[in-house]
């Protein structure tokens, strides 16, 4: 994107605003049905009360009580003759509110506003106006279909970074109508593909939100769909590297024992995977041995799921994935190595809808060097890997990054080469002022895993953004129900850890509870090998 584009983006969003923001008589929810909004066709309007049950519809979860009391508005936005962007805006009652505005990203391919509306709950709890969209099509794309971007290209422009950015103003429009007052504060948050939204949000409209959080992003777009191709052939091409999924506590058991005592604790969690030097030939068959051990062909398709893609000269495309984590419900079976993986179904839907516009494309024809090269025409609608955020900087926006270290759908290696780029171009010290990233040691994709998981990022980036100290650690909690969170339920916190900002890590003081927050202090990572 070039600089002037970058400059006109808050301006003309400024614009709007100012337009939204002026003081008038506020509209009550059922007159909102025919607020005029500037190409956006409202087609619902309902007063929703507490614990009333709200859909979700997706992954088969059931309607939820509403977390809180709200005006839940459906509207159609039609920025291109091609465009049909659903979203979902909620806004609680005013003597709720808090003032302030959250947008949620989606995941996979969206195509849903399920996603959206599990994020939505716990923030209009919490007072927030809230949004969410389908990201323009209808088609479910949490497995990795992608249909709908068939000869499609402005879908497939409103799914890389239009959807959300015209969500964005609809619903700072929608508020100011409904309360008399536009928000005072705007955030974006999302994880997975609502990672990308997030940064892409960052980079394209840099006028759009106050503060933003990007959890496991699948920035890097392109390169992530070669490397979920890749990773696929790795394990599933020859029949004898298949790992079956009664192998992978095999794998990580081993990898535990050498490496989860790195950090002085022994809590089947590694800290930072990147110290582990875990050499999976230790789990290969010995002569006579058939049971719990890997052949030849299986530990070399193993290494190159660590080692990650490479292209025909071997220089990496993307990191591998970390020892330590295979056998975590939900990870290398769901995404990596299992019979129906989804790494290879969002590979292919990239390919051949995206890239080629071609269905018949399959993984088989796959030859990384040529189709990466072919992708790039397509990387500036879909990748959000610009390590230039300087637009976002000046204007006072704050960044939040995480990723669980047992991710097995987005490498967590990529989001601190990101990092790492946003800090040697933009320097260490001014990167630090605005950005802070926190890797969480066992957490899977987004949440869940063996390790400390729960944590609020949106209370964090709000009180930095409210002008609080910028976060050096996050508390974490272990709960007894991983899904608590996720869908609204009460649980016990078993286990805390401080989340540290990178680069630093949690050290344990040696003689506090290892259960306990407190025990631990962020230090300076030691990188050295197990």
């Known amino acids: 994107m070039t600089r002037a584009a970058y400059l006109a983006a808050p301006l003309a969003l400024t614009g709007a605003l100012a337009l939204a923001g002026h003081a008038h008589a506020a509209t009550s929810c059922d007159d909102l049905a025919k607020a005029q909004i500037a190409g956006a066709k409202i087609t619902a309007v309902k007063a929703m009360t507490f614990g009333a049950p709200q859909e979700i519809e997706v992954f088969g979860i059931p309607p939820l009580p509403a977390s809180a009391a709200y005006c839940r508005v459906n509207a159609t936005l039609s920025p291109t003759q091609a465009s049909s962007i659903k979203v979902e805006v909620w806004l609680p009652a005013e003597a709720a509110w808090n003032g302030k505005f959250m947008a949620t990203g989606n995941g996979g391919y969206g195509g849903t506003l399920g996603g959206p509306r599990l994020a939505m709950r716990p923030a209009v709890k919490a007072g927030y106006a809230v949004a969410g969209t389908d990201m323009g099509h209808t088609e479910d794309g949490a497995g990795g279909s992608a249909e709908w971007a068939l000869n499609q290209p402005e879908k497939i422009i409103d799914w890389g970074y239009r959807a959300n950015h015209e969500t964005a103003v609809f619903a700072k429009a929608l508020i100011a109508a409904h309360y008399g ?60 590297s298949r790992i079956p999924d009664a192998l992978l506590p095999v794998i990580q058991k081993a990898a535990l024992a050498q490496c989860d005592k790195l950090d002085g604790v022994a809590d089947g969690v590694i800290e930072d995977p990147r110290r582990c030097r875990f050499d999976p030939v230790v789990v290969q068959c010995k002569d006579g041995q058939t049971k719990e051990c890997l052949t030849p062909a299986q530990v070399a398709g193993l290494r190159k799921l660590y080692q990650g893609p490479r292209d025909a000269k071997g220089k990496s495309i993307l990191p591998g994935y970390p020892a330590g984590g295979e056998a975590t419900p939900g990870a290398w079976p769901l995404w990596i190595s299992g019979e129906k993986a989804q790494h290879p179904s969002f590979a292919r839907s990239f390919f051949a809808n995206f890239v080629y516009s071609n269905t018949g494309w399959q993984l088989a024809q796959l030859n990384l060097d040529k189709d990466l090269k072919a992708a790039r025409a397509i990387a500036p609608t879909v990748a959000s890997d610009n390590p230039d955020l300087s637009a976002f900087k000046a204007r006072g926006g704050k960044l939040i990054l995480f990723h669980g270290w047992s991710d097995a759908a987005i490498t967590p290696l990529a989001t601190i080469q990101y990092y790492d780029a946003v800090r040697a171009r ?34 964090t980036l709000d009180a930095w953004v409210e002008g609080g100290a910028a976060p050096d650690q996050v508390i974490a909690s272990k709960k007894d129900n991983d899904y608590a969170d996720l869908l609204g339920m009460p649980a016990k916190a078993v286990r805390t850890r401080p989340l540290c900002a990178y680069p630093k890590v949690a050290q344990w003081d040696g003689k506090g509870s290892t259960d306990v927050a407190a025990s631990f202090a962020c230090v300076a990572s030691g990188r050295k090998g197990a």
Do not use: I
């Open 426 to 459: 933009m320097g260490v010290k001014s990167a630090d002022a605005f950005s802070r990233l926190f890797m969480v040691p066992g957490m899977s994709h987004c949440f869940g895993g063996p390790g400390p998981n729960s944590f609020d990022m949106l209370a």
């Open 181 to 240: 007052k536009g928000p005072r504060r705007a955030y974006f948050t999302g994880c997975s593909d609502g990672g990308r939204e997030a940064l892409m949000e960052v980079q394209r409209y840099p006028g759009d939100f106050d503060g933003v959080v990007a959890g496991a992003p699948a920035n890097a777009w392109t390169r992530l769909m070669g490397g979920f191709a890749w990773s696929w052939k790795a394990v599933h091409e020859v029949p004898e």
